[in-house]
Each structure stands twice: as structure tokens, then as C-alpha cells.
């Protein structure tokens, strides 16, 4: 198990308020590491810095960040030095949707969901690469989708923003790949929040996920931990530029 040890390790979860990076925070902490929670809504990120400490003490701190900003991730980069030490692991996971019909979205609805996912992705791989290619070492994990490649009907900007970063994570691979400086991805398949449900989810579509992933449900949030952990710790230490897909079998998928 000492392969998959976060012990000594310092790791930044952003949107860590949410439904999945809530559960990734957690699991870092599971294994050892000392874990920044960050998200845009600083009560959220104190909630589960709070839940994570009251299983593991003084694992976790909350801190407040707009991820679409250079200057609150620096701040954020400075805060959390400050705090816990340097930065071993980075896990990229803000990011919004929105199910307008194509015709329907507005130059300002594209922006807003390229802001969140692939420019935030891009701000905070270049805030923490700098970090961590300074000091020889370190982890960035971003988060893509099965809606990166094909795209997945609702979805427009999400699903390019998403193929944006799949392609970010391969070039950032081949760019630090001797630097000491891992960038890889988990694509995860379909893990709905309640806002996934009310927005996006008619019966109809759920039939036809679920029809199309072999495992025939959902996914849980805590079964992408192994491959967060994974990919953050020395277990992984030959794997760069990489789509690790956790999605029940979707993509495996014809007829």
C-alpha cells in the first residue's frame, strides 16, 4: 500500500464544495495527504473541510477561490503554502453546465462554461505547474468527461470544453514529461447531482444511459477515489498525458 501513500503530501482539490471533488478531497485525506478544500462558495468548502477533520483531524483546510482568475489562484497558491506547505497534488474540478438547445446559447453561455471548465483548467494547470515544476516534482489532475469524445447530445459547450481539456492534459503531458511533473485525467461516465437530475435527466435519457453503460447505473462519487489516488500518488509515477476513464463500461459500448 505504501505505493498508493498521499503521506507527506500536500494536495489542492478546486470546486472540493461539490458533488465529486467533495468525495476526491476525502479520499486524498484517506490516504495521508493534507488537503486543501477550495471552491468559489467558501461555505461549502468549510463544510467538507469540517467533515473530512472530524474523521481525520487537522487534514483539511477550507480555502476560498474563483478558479476562472489568475490572481485568486496565486492567491490561493500563497495561501495554501502558507498553510499546509508546498504543493505535491492539484486536482482541477470546478466547472458549470447548461442544457440550452444549440440555437438557444448565447455568445456570453458559451463563454461562461469555457471560463469554468477549460480556461480554469488552463489557469490552474499553469498556477500549480509553475509551482511544481520550481521544485521538481508533483501531480496535476484534471477532470474530463464522456461527453469529451463524442459529445453528448445537451451538452454543447460542456462537451467541447471538456474534448478541450482531454487534449490540454495529452499536450501538458508531452510538454512536462521530463520535468518531474505528471498531468493526466479522470473520465468519469455518468455520476448525476440532483441539479444533473432536475436539468438534464428525463426518464427517457436515463433509460437510454443506463441502456448504454454495461454495468446498467450510475456511478458513486466515491468510486473515483482509487483512480484519483491513483494517479496523485508514486503508484503512477510512469503515467502522464493520460485519460483514466471510470465510467461503468460507457465508452466500451456499440450494440
Not at 500536500?10 to 476525502?26: F, P, Q
Not at 500563497?78 to 474540478?93: E, R
Not at 456570453?108 to 488552463?122: G, R, V
Request: net charge negative; charged share 15%; aromatic share 8%.
Amino acid at each position: 500500500m505504501k505505493l498508493f501513500s498521499l503521506e507527506n503530501n500536500v494536495a489542492v482539490v478546486i470546486g472540493a464544495g461539490g458533488h465529486i471533488c467533495s468525495a476526491l478531497a476525502r479520499g486524498f485525506a484517506e490516504s495521508g495527504a493534507k488537503v486543501a478544500v477550495c471552491d468559489l462558495r467558501l461555505e461549502k468548502a468549510v463544510a467538507v473541510a469540517e467533515s473530512i477533520n472530524s474523521v481525520y483531524p487537522n487534514s483539511a483546510d477550507a480555502f476560498e477561490v474563483d478558479a476562472s482568475s489568475k490572481d485568486s489562484l496565486l492567491t490561493l497558491l500563497n495561501g495554501v503554502q502558507a498553510s499546509l506547505g508546498p504543493i505535491d497534488i492539484a486536482l482541477n474540478g470546478a466547472g458549470t453546465n447548461s442544457p440550452k438547445p444549440f440555437l438557444e446559447i448565447s455568445t456570453e453561455d458559451w463563454n461562461s462554461i469555457f471560463q469554468t471548465q477549460l480556461i480554469a483548467t488552463m489557469l490552474g494547470c499553469q498556477v500549480f505547474g509553475e509551482h511544481m515544476l520550481n521544485k521538481g516534482s508533483g501531480s496535476i489532475i484534471n477532470i474530463s468527461s464522456a461527453s469529451a469524445d463524442p459529445g453528448l447530445s445537451k451538452a454543447f459547450a460542456y462537451s467541447a470544453a471538456k474534448a478541450g481539456i482531454r487534449n490540454l492534459t495529452q499536450n501538458l503531458g508531452r510538454e512536462w514529461g521530463k520535468s518531474g511533473v505528471r498531468v493526466n485525467a479522470i473520465r468519469p461516465g455518468f455520476f448525476p447531482t440532483e441539479w444533473n437530475r432536475k436539468n438534464f435527466i428525463t426518464p427517457e435519457r436515463e433509460s437510454a444511459i443506463l441502456g448504454h453503460t454495461p454495468m446498467g447505473r450510475f456511478g458513486e462519487p466515491d468510486e473515483l477515489i482509487g483512480a484519483a489516488v491513483f494517479l496523485a500518488s508514486s503508484a503512477s509515477n510512469f503515467v502522464t498525458g493520460s485519460e483514466l476513464i471510470v465510467d461503468g463500461g460507457f465508452s466500451a459500448m456499440t450494440i
